[in-house]
């Protein structure tokens, strides 16, 4: 099966500007995560969707971060304006259920630098 | 709050030895727990998946055991080999009423010497 896809695999944009992430889930898995991972650390879960749905998204900075999946299948993550503490990979995953019962497959991440 | 915390951070042996990394999670209400390999640049790769009711999962020279009352877990890897180079993370999923989430460990950074 094809896996998660994600684009861009890099960015690099100045701070105070704009920059958008795009995911694509396993065919199929209705459950869709956003993580953040600043480097040297876990992955830390920033939005979790299930189909179209917000199933917990208590960590995001959503003063400045958007999130959307409007048809239930791929996603766009939106940074607006962006800070230098946001330099970090953007991951996203999907799970089959929403308990993550057969576990998380993840994309490759798109690693963003903020100048 | 879930926390969970990967002992050691970093790891350096020589190739052929066999290892152990060390998870340990606060609440024991969990779903199940994974463990993921990153290597530098790249997103995660599943290893094993243990279900709260397992014991254990094996793959190859890899085996996760979970102690669900004590809240551990390690990842025993069999005659290390270069190639096991990477970044190891265990992630937790917290249990329907433990507000399900799943909350990572900072990771152990494995070197295998040639």
């Known amino acids: 099966e094809a896996g998660v896809a994600q684009s861009p695999r890099y960015k690099i944009i100045e701070k105070r500007q704009s920059v958008a992430f795009w995911c694509n889930p396993i065919?199929?898995?209705?459950?869709l995560y956003w993580y953040q991972q600043i480097l040297g650390q876990g992955p830390k879960l920033l939005i979790q969707?299930?189909?179209?749905?917000?199933?917990?998204d208590s960590q995001l900075p959503k003063d400045r971060f958007s999130a959307e999946r409007l048809k239930g299948v791929d996603s766009t993550l939106k940074i607006q304006p962006a800070k230098l503490e946001d330099s970090a990979v953007y991951l996203c995953a999907s799970s089959l259920d929403r308990w993550g019962h057969y576990g998380y497959t993840f994309g490759s991440g798109t690693r963003l630098t903020v100048v | 709050k879930q926390e969970v915390t990967q002992i050691p951070a970093a790891l350096s042996v020589p190739e052929g030895e066999n290892l152990v990394l060390n998870c340990s999670f606060t609440d024991s209400a969990i779903y199940n727990l994974q463990w993921f390999r990153q290597d530098p640049g790249k997103g995660l790769t599943s290893l094993l998946l243990?279900?709260?009711?397992?014991r254990e999962q094996t793959s190859g020279r890899l085996n996760a055991s979970l102690d669900k009352s004590s809240g551990r877990s390690t990842l025993y890897i069999a005659a290390s080999q270069p190639g096991d180079s990477a970044t190891y993370l265990c992630?937790?999923?917290?249990?329907?009423?433990?507000?399900?989430?799943?909350?990572f460990g900072g990771g152990t950074r494995l070197m295998v010497k040639p």
């Open positions: 992630a937790v999923r917290g249990s329907r009423n433990a507000g399900n989430m799943l909350t």
């Open positions: 065919s199929g898995h209705a459950t």
């Open positions: 969707f299930q189909n179209n749905g917000v199933v917990d």
């Open positions: 243990i279900q709260s009711s397992q």
